[in-house]
């Protein structure tokens, strides 16, 4: 059968054909990575298919959420930024997103500059700062946007997920217009509103598509 995986072994009397299980995908998250990050890429590790570790041998082919190494050159950032109708707060955002071969993601900063505080390459996506500060804005705009973001870094394949939590909202309805920041608290409001938007996107991943066999 085409693309079906076998395996040829010789017992000492007859030759045998099995079929030879796909090997489970990895994702490595870093424990210093950022919540809400890290939550959402567990949450995508378990609805594609992927074992969540915190680390994976050298040379392996796992997909990697990591922060960036103290010695790569970055620069203090004191303003909110983001795109797609969410802003964070990074610490600190990546001097040359591009030096060797980084895709830089940019965001639009409150001023209007454009600055990077994440980046990837080669199944890696590397985060400048440990800290990103709380979310703001639509919260399934958010989880959309980071899914799609895992989907073109990790190069998986089959229905993006992004298209799936996209899929639901609207048969679901609109999410709620974000609240302004006079309104919202210290952020636990928004990560409680964050989690009902991870759990849609889990409900859709998980009804409306097949989970690909492990």
């Given at each position: 059968q085409a693309g079906r995986r076998v395996r040829w072994w010789y017992d000492g009397a007859r030759v045998r054909i099995e079929d030879d299980p796909e090997p489970q995908r990895e994702l490595v998250l870093d424990e210093r990575a950022p919540e809400p990050l890290r939550a959402l890429a567990l949450l995508w590790a378990e609805t594609r298919g992927f074992a969540a570790?915190?680390?994976?041998?050298?040379?392996?082919?796992?997909?990697?959420?990591?922060?960036?190494?103290?010695?790569?050159?970055?620069?203090?950032?004191?303003?909110?930024?983001?795109?797609?109708?969410?802003?964070?707060?990074?610490?600190?955002?990546?001097e040359n997103a591009q030096d060797d071969g980084w895709l830089a993601w940019n965001w639009q900063a409150e001023d209007g500059s454009p600055c990077c505080a994440v980046r990837s390459r080669d199944g890696v996506i590397e985060v400048a700062s440990q800290d990103l500060g709380v979310p703001q804005g639509d919260p399934a705009a958010f989880?959309?946007?980071?899914?799609?973001?895992?989907?073109?870094?990790?190069?998986?394949?089959?229905?993006?997920?992004?298209?799936r939590l996209e899929q639901g909202v609207r048969a679901m309805g609109a999410p709620a217009r974000a609240r302004s920041d006079e309104d919202r608290g210290a952020g636990t409001e928004w990560t409680s509103?964050?989690?009902?938007?991870?759990?849609?996107?889990?409900?859709?991943?998980?009804?409306a598509y097949p989970r690909r066999p492990r």
């Amino acid at each position: 059968q085409a693309g079906r995986r076998v395996r040829w072994w010789y017992d000492g009397a007859r030759v045998r054909i099995e079929d030879d299980p796909e090997p489970q995908r990895e994702l490595v998250l870093d424990e210093r990575a950022p919540e809400p990050l890290r939550a959402l890429a567990l949450l995508w590790a378990e609805t594609r298919g992927f074992a969540a570790r915190a680390q994976a041998p050298q040379g392996s082919s796992a997909r990697r959420l990591r922060c960036a190494d103290p010695a790569v050159p970055r620069r203090a950032f004191s303003v909110r930024a983001g795109c797609d109708g969410w802003t964070l707060a990074p610490a600190q955002v990546f001097e040359n997103a591009q030096d060797d071969g980084w895709l830089a993601w940019n965001w639009q900063a409150e001023d209007g500059s454009p600055c990077c505080a994440v980046r990837s390459r080669d199944g890696v996506i590397e985060v400048a700062s440990q800290d990103l500060g709380v979310p703001q804005g639509d919260p399934a705009a958010f989880a959309t946007s980071w899914s799609r973001r895992f989907e073109a870094a990790w190069d998986t394949d089959g229905v993006a997920l992004a298209a799936r939590l996209e899929q639901g909202v609207r048969a679901m309805g609109a999410p709620a217009r974000a609240r302004s920041d006079e309104d919202r608290g210290a952020g636990t409001e928004w990560t409680s509103a964050l989690a009902s938007a991870a759990a849609l996107l889990a409900l859709c991943a998980a009804l409306a598509y097949p989970r690909r066999p492990r």
